[in-house]
T-cell receptor, first 116, second 111 residues
Framework: DTGVSQDPRHKITKRGQNVTFRCDPI?????LYWYRQTLGQGPEFLTY????????KSRLLSDRFSAERPKGSFSTLEIQRTEQGDSAMYLC??????????????FGNGTRLTVT | GEDVEQSLFLSVREGDSSVINCTYT??????LYWYKQEPGAGLQLLTY?????DMKQDQRLTVLLNKKDKHLSLRIADTQTGDSAIYFC???????????FGTGTSLTVIP
C-alpha cells in the first residue's frame, strides 16, 4: 500500500492555459474523489468515480473542468482556459465502497495550482 | 452540501488536553471522521466513529458523539508540539457516497 499519489505537487500556469493533474489511488480502492481546497477552507467536493464511471459532479465543476478515470485505476483532472479563481489545492482521495458502504477516504498530498 | 461547523482556532500548552468541537446538520450521517492536515500536505485520517456509537478511544485520541445534539468532539490527551495542525471534522451521508468537511480548526501547541 503506497498510498494515494498525485502529480505534480505544484503547478504554476498563466491565465488561459490548460492544465492536467494526475491521481493514482490506493490499488484496491474502487472509488476515487476529487476535491478542491482554498486557503482557510475545508475540502469541497468536485466529483467522484466508482471504477471507471463518473457517478456525481458538483455544481462547482464548470464546463472548463473535466475528469476521467479510463481504466478504473488512475484519474486525471483537466482544467481548460484557467482563471485566477482556479488557484487552489486540488486533492484526490480514494476509498473502497459498495452501495451505501464506504471506507474512510484516504487523501493524496494534493496539487497546488497557482494561476498568474 | 451539508453544514459542518467548527471553531477556527484553538491554542493549548504542551502537555495539556485539547478538545476540538464540531457540529453537523445531517441526521442521516452514518460515519463521522477526524482528519489532520499539516502545512502543504493532504488530509491524514486520524479516527472515525459510526453514528450509533457515542465514544471511541484510540491511544491519545478520544472521540465523543452526541447524536441528539449533532455534536462531535475530538480530545487529544498530553498534546505535543507535533500535534499543531489543522483538524477537520467530516461526515458521510446516508448514501455513503458523499463526504462533507468542516472549515477546520487550527490547533497551536505552545511549548
Amino acid at each position: 500500500d503506497t498510498g494515494v499519489s498525485q502529480d505534480p505537487r505544484h503547478k504554476i500556469t498563466k491565465r488561459g492555459q490548460n492544465v492536467t493533474f494526475r491521481c493514482d489511488p490506493i490499488s484496491e480502492h474502487n472509488r476515487l474523489y476529487w476535491y478542491r481546497q482554498t486557503l482557510g477552507q475545508g475540502p469541497e467536493f468536485l466529483t467522484y468515480f466508482q471504477n471507471e464511471a463518473q457517478l456525481e459532479k458538483s455544481r462547482l465543476l464548470s464546463d472548463r473542468f473535466s475528469a476521467e478515470r479510463p481504466k478504473g485505476s488512475f484519474s486525471t483532472l483537466e482544467i481548460q482556459r484557467t482563471e485566477q479563481g482556479d488557484s487552489a489545492m486540488y486533492l484526490c482521495a480514494s476509498s473502497l465502497g459498495s452501495g451505501q458502504y464506504n471506507s474512510p477516504l484516504h487523501f493524496g498530498n494534493g496539487t497546488r495550482l497557482t494561476v498568474t | 452540501g451539508e453544514d459542518v461547523e467548527q471553531s477556527l482556532f484553538l491554542s493549548v500548552r504542551e502537555g495539556d488536553s485539547s478538545v476540538i468541537n464540531c457540529t453537523y446538520t445531517d441526521s442521516s450521517s452514518t460515519y463521522l471522521y477526524w482528519y489532520k492536515q499539516e502545512p502543504g500536505a493532504g488530509l491524514q485520517l486520524l479516527t472515525y466513529i459510526f453514528s450509533n456509537m457515542d465514544m471511541k478511544q484510540d491511544q491519545r485520541l478520544t472521540v465523543l458523539l452526541n447524536k441528539k445534539d449533532k455534536h462531535l468532539s475530538l480530545r487529544i490527551a498530553d498534546t505535543q508540539t507535533g500535534d499543531s495542525a489543522i483538524y477537520f471534522c467530516a461526515e458521510s451521508t446516508g448514501t455513503g457516497n458523499q463526504f462533507y468537511f468542516g472549515t477546520g480548526t487550527s490547533l497551536t501547541v505552545i511549548p
